[in-house]
């Protein structure tokens, strides 16, 4: 898959619903009903970070959940890349980007969601086709303003900002010009999953699938 293929695939998943869930899943037996609690609640597509043991079953398991499209995130390694393919995943989304992830993703046919916290970052994902990328970490790095102002000389790059953002500032991103969707774990609290509370999350996703977009 070349960059640009991948940029036409992340960019449509990004338009399918203003937030991606972003999901740290401990025990396997929360991945489905997780998974339906929040695709019911209007968030089709669904980001599990492999940063658990049991992140690669989590996969497996939501991606039988009717109407969820389910990535891996946190790809660092050809490795991940791999683990990640061979366990169902359908898109990928990094923290940051390197010559061999991308190369990685490129040949299993992964579509990618390359992650830059500068504009230089930006550019060199820009000069290899990557036209949509993630903006991380988007609080840490200057918020909505930064993103803004990345946008301003870079108008061709969409993005889709995750790592610190909450319900309660998701708008600041989403009335930019330059961004698709946003990527956030409020949708899915520790608690609520721990305690089996479908009926919450849903509502939760519910009210985020209705935030309005610029």
């Keep these: 898959m070349t960059p640009e293929a991948a940029s036409i695939e992340s960019e449509k998943l990004c338009r399918m619903a203003p937030v991606i869930p972003v999901l740290v899943v401990d025990d396997v037996a929360h991945a489905g009903p997780l998974a339906a609690a929040l695709v019911a609640g209007g968030l089709p597509v669904l980001e599990v970070t492999l940063r658990t ?16 499209i389910v990535g891996a995130g946190t790809l660092v390694t050809p490795d991940d890349v ?13 923290p940051g ?12 046919d992964l579509p990618l969601l390359p992650g830059a916290a500068t504009a230089t970052e930006a550019l060199r994902l820009l000069e290899r086709g990557y036209t949509v990328q993630k903006f991380f970490p988007a609080e840490a790095s200057g918020g909505a303003p930064a993103l803004k102002a990345i946008g301003a000389p870079l108008p061709q790059i969409r993005f889709c900002p995750t790592g610190g953002v909450s319900l ?39 009210e985020a699938a209705a935030l309005p977009r610029d």
């Design 53 to 68: 043991p049991a992140a690669l079953e989590v996969i497996r398991a939501m991606s039988e959940i009717e109407g969820g």
């Design 82 to 94: 791999k683990k990640a393919v061979e366990a169902g995943a359908k898109f990928g989304v990094s």
């Design 97 to 108: 980007a390197t010559d061999r992830l991308l190369d990685a993703c490129e040949e299993a």
């Design 168 to 206: 309660k500032n998701a708008g600041d991103y989403l009335g930019l010009a330059n961004t698709l969707c946003v990527g956030g774990s409020w949708v899915a609290p520790k608690d609520k999953v721990q305690a089996g509370d479908w009926a919450a999350i849903e509502a939760l996703a519910a």
